[in-house]
């Protein structure tokens, strides 16, 4: 099972239920939705899709979340250079 | 909300990232 890790703990800040992350060694920045964040907070620490899928629903109760989805939405981060597979 | 998003992905103007640094 991959696990997934923040690649650095880059500046992040939570505004109006949009998180907005610089990653300041591209200096980029990426504009994440409320579920989009929380999943990154995690990605503090280790994470496999099955352990963030369970903290979102725990999270969220009324939103159903795929695995397929968060694995998307990682595909997405690494896109962005935020995220990497954890050694 | 219904899924995790990446709302928007852009790089920053060299002139602002370059004041970060120096």
Redesign the interface.
């Not at chain 1, 591209?26 to 939705?33: P, S």
């Not at chain 1, 964040?37 to 899928?53: D, K, M, R, Y």
């Given at each position: 099972m991959a696990r997934y890790v923040q690649k650095s703990s880059y500046e992040s800040t939570h505004l109006d239920?949009?998180w907005i992350i610089l990653n300041?060694d591209?200096?980029?920045?990426?504009?994440?939705?409320?579920?989009?964040g929380?999943?990154w907070s995690l990605l503090e620490a280790e994470q496999t899709l099955e352990s963030l899928t369970q903290a979102?629903g725990r999270e969220?109760l009324e939103?159903k979340?795929s695995e397929r989805?968060?694995e998307e939405?990682l595909s997405?981060?690494m896109e962005?250079g935020l995220v990497k597979y954890a050694v | 909300n219904t899924r995790p998003m990446v709302l928007s992905h852009q790089p920053i103007r060299f002139e602002t990232a370059h004041s970060w640094n120096k």
């Amino acid at each position: 099972m991959a696990r997934y890790v923040q690649k650095s703990s880059y500046e992040s800040t939570h505004l109006d239920n949009e998180w907005i992350i610089l990653n300041t060694d591209d200096y980029t920045v990426t504009k994440l939705n409320d579920i989009g964040g929380f999943c990154w907070s995690l990605l503090e620490a280790e994470q496999t899709l099955e352990s963030l899928t369970q903290a979102v629903g725990r999270e969220y109760l009324e939103t159903k979340v795929s695995e397929r989805e968060i694995e998307e939405f990682l595909s997405q981060l690494m896109e962005c250079g935020l995220v990497k597979y954890a050694v | 909300n219904t899924r995790p998003m990446v709302l928007s992905h852009q790089p920053i103007r060299f002139e602002t990232a370059h004041s970060w640094n120096k």
